[in-house]
């Protein structure tokens, strides 16, 4: 079964404070990996796709990258304003596209 | 550009009472049309896609159904809702047979 597994939950950096979210998957068929971000009552705001193992992104202050098990999302020297929940999700064989339950960010001011 | 629209944006409804929500996409043709749901704690739950009219892929069984009577309107539905299909209700669309998905601003369901 296609699987999408995030981690950690819940993350709080102090402003500046660089770190990673992790995102592993588990599908048959990669087709495309895919990150997300949410805030508070809005639909998920598409940010980045991947397709194969050593590729990357960069959009101002997040990089994404992906290797043939997982994926991360760094960010480096984060604000306030980055604060949302990153959503992970993989599409595999077909139209299907599984997410993940997300990494809640807060950065501290 | 395109656009995608979903209503209503609130809803609160007893128990075993009937449920449709609409989503309509403009600015481009034959969209792949998705809906998800998103609980507390639960991430965003695929319920049903479709590649084009009439055609409807389902993922969860449940009391709920869709339909796409029209290249970019996709309606879901139910005749009786329960206390569990409370949650955030998301319609999302995606060029064909690309990855990317586009998400309306979602409808919050409250059944009571």
């Known amino acids: 079964e296609d699987q999408v597994t995030q981690s950690p939950e819940a993350l709080r950096l102090q402003e500046g404070e660089s770190s990673s979210l992790n995102c592993s998957y588990t599908v048959s068929g990669l087709r495309g990996l895919f990150w997300y971000r949410q805030d508070p009552g809005k639909g998920p705001e598409f940010l980045f796709t991947l397709y194969s193992a050593g590729e990357e992104k960069e959009k101002e202050r997040l990089k994404a990258t992906l290797t043939k098990k997982e994926s991360f999302l760094h960010i480096t020297a984060p604000k306030p304003e980055d604060s949302a929940t990153y959503l992970c999700a993989v599409q595999a064989g077909g139209d299907k596209i599984i997410f993940g339950k997300g990494t809640r960010l807060h950065i501290l001011p | ?112």
């Open chain 2, 1 to 112: 550009s395109q656009t995608i629209h979903q209503w209503p944006a609130t809803l609160v409804q007893p128990v075993g009472s009937p449920l449709s929500l609409e989503c309509t996409v403009e600015g481009t043709s034959n969209p792949n049309l998705y809906w998800y749901r998103q609980a507390a704690g639960r991430g965003l739950q695929l319920l049903f896609y479709s590649v084009g009219i009439g055609q409807i892929s389902s993922e969860v069984p449940q009391n709920l159904s869709a339909s796409r009577p029209q290249d970019r309107q996709f309606i879901l539905s139910s005749k009786k809702l329960l206390l569990s299909d409370s949650g955030f209700y998301l319609c999302a669309w995606s060029f064909l047979a690309a990855g990317e998905l586009f998400f309306g601003e979602g409808s919050r369901l409250t059944v009571l």
